[in-house]
């Protein structure tokens, strides 16, 4: 006879989130969430944009008050008023827009966030930064300043700052979001090596393949509600996975799609381009390229390759210091040359570069840079307002609605909002900077199918993603770019990732 072994008691989570709800004027954000996590394990939370997992971690992290519902630490019931007392408790979080100080240190930035006392030592501080950087494999120098650091180093002194104001449960908000793949790679090994060391660890991300490669748990919100509960992602298949999220079956893109078709005036060109990066530097070098009407051109690279600058250079937003672009035939020296030229845009980072936080959706999809409707002297919102409705039913990617301010908005939200306004417009040329970037999946495909369409009317897209199989799914052709250079190009029939690999570290494919 055998007999069951009775269930090894659990030890107590070290959080436990039990019926979080909360309200922001018409919108339920969280409906009675339920959330927990065990020390030694990454749980990750999943969902739309939109679907509440910001709101239920800033409630976790003591930023917002629930309107109902319970927490509990090691298994205590409390109340966190504020971040400071919740990383009292040892909750830290490491937030999607890193929150450092460009002009100083790295150990000013963690002296500032660890408050050690009336006398501030920097040099005890160094030592210790450099000692919990070994420790945890978070290789960064405690001396070098913030603003000479790449995303990926400046995620890593979030990190080494959060453990070291004492966090044993460490929340990360969409921290792939910004991140190269090596740099994924580079973060995960730190996340493992945490987990082994007892730390709990949140991890926000839209992307299956995040999840099965780090989680332990996950936990699928939708529309502030929990569908899945702490569940393993090995019981389910990504279809269940993206169902729980979306609430239905998302389709494939379409494999096939017709040849492009013949022109003499190239959307896009570039010729003989170089141009200087912020710090003067040479960031494009001799960069020679086309884009047809009617032709995907996807551009591959590591992160800050130069295509941040190739972007802006294309549409007239960044000198040149040699060579010529056209778009359409027409030569662009400035932004209002590329508009005029029919250039729509998504830029790589559209908090930064067009967002004014405090206007409204409807606001917004005014200031595309064309001629704003008029009516006497003033605006004519109504005409606004028409044109946004009708973008918003033709490209489907259900904006916030109009009177929100874009402050409110979570990174997602604001995305679709300028993805409608650029993505609706009869433009002749498309230049889409990761376009897909803190979309969940049912809105990247949506975009991926909008850019295709876009292609299908005639315009030419040029589109930057570092997710190599985003690029080999849409385009016609790739561009890798090396340090400023064009390294290689490959055509779709001869896509593959080993060799746009070595184009992008600098080899031959
Ligand atoms: N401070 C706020 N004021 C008003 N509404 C808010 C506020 N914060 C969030 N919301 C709204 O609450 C809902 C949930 O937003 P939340 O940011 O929690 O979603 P999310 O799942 O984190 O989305 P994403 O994946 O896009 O980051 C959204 O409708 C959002 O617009």
């Not at 018409?26 to 749980?43: I, L, M, P, T, Y």
């Not at 992290?61 to 040892?90: C, F, K, N, Q």
């Not at 919102?381 to 916030?400: C, E, Q, S």
């Amino acid at each position: 006879m055998s007999i069951e072994a009775p269930v090894a008691p659990t030890t107590l989570p070290m959080l436990q989130v039990d019926g979080f709800s909360k309200r922001f004027g018409e919108v339920q954000a969280n409906s009675d969430v339920r959330f927990d996590v065990h020390a030694g394990e990454v749980h990750a939370l999943v969902g739309e944009n939109g679907a509440g997992k910001s709101t239920l971690l800033k409630m976790v992290y003591g930023v917002y008050e629930p309107d109902e519902g319970r927490m509990l630490i090691d298994g205590e019931p409390v109340a966190l008023g504020s971040p400071a007392a919740a990383r009292s408790r040892g909750v830290g979080m490491v937030f999607q827009d890193l929150r450092l100080v460009p002009a100083f240190t790295v150990t000013e930035n963690i002296a500032l966030a660890a408050n050690p006392g009336p006398v501030l030592r920097l040099k005890d501080l160094a030592a210790e930064i450099a000692e919990a950087s070994a420790r945890h494999g978070l290789a960064v120098h405690p001396n070098a300043r913030v603003r000479h650091l790449s995303i990926g180093e400046r995620q890593r002194v979030e990190i080494l700052k959060v453990l070291m104001t004492g966090a044993r449960l460490i929340i990360l908000d969409e921290p792939t979001s910004v991140l190269a793949p090596q740099e994924v790679d580079a973060l995960f090994a730190v996340v493992r090596q945490l987990t082994e060391a007892g730390f709990g660890i949140v991890i926000v991300t839209h992307k299956l393949g995040e999840v099965r490669a780090i989680a332990d748990r996950v936990t699928v919100l939708r529309a502030g509600r929990t569908v899945l509960h702490g569940v393993d992602p090995d019981d389910y298949d990504d279809e269940q996975l993206i169902e729980a999220m979306v609430g239905r079956a998302v389709p494939a893109l379409p494999a096939e799609r017709g040849p492009v078709p013949p022109s003499d005036v190239p959307a896009l060109e570039l010729t003989g381009v170089s141009s200087r990066g912020d710090r003067g530097h040479e960031a494009l070098t001799d960069i020679s390229l086309r884009v047809q009407p009617g032709e995907l051109v996807g551009i591959a690279g590591v992160a800050g390759s130069g295509q941040r600058e190739l972007c802006e250079v294309a549409l007239g937003l960044r000198p040149t210091t040699s060579g010529e672009v056209r778009i359409g035939g027409a030569s662009v020296d400035s932004a209002r040359d590329a508009i005029g030229a029919g250039a729509a845009s998504v830029p790589e980072d559209p908090v930064a570069d067009s967002v004014v936080r405090r206007l409204t959706v409807l606001e917004h999809m005014g200031l595309d840079g064309r001629r704003i409707p008029a009516r006497g002297l003033g605006v004519d919102w109504a005409a606004v307002r028409a044109r946004m409705t009708d973008a918003d039913a033709r490209l489907g990617l259900r904006i916030a609605p109009a009177k929100r301010r874009l402050s409110e908005l979570s990174g997602g939200n604001i995305q679709r909002v300028i993805l409608t306004r650029e993505l609706a417009l009869d433009s002749s040329l498309v230049v889409a900077a990761y376009p897909s970037r803190g979309l969940d999946v049912a809105n990247a495909r949506r975009t991926q199918e909008v850019l295709l369409e876009r292609r299908a009317a005639g315009s030419g897209v040029l589109m930057v993603s570092e997710d190599l199989d985003e690029l080999m799914a849409l385009a016609d052709r790739i561009v890798v770019m090396h340090d400023g250079h064009v390294s290689g190009e490959v055509l779709a029939a001869d896509f593959d990732r080993q060799a746009i690999g070595r184009l992008m570290v600098g080899g031959t494919s």
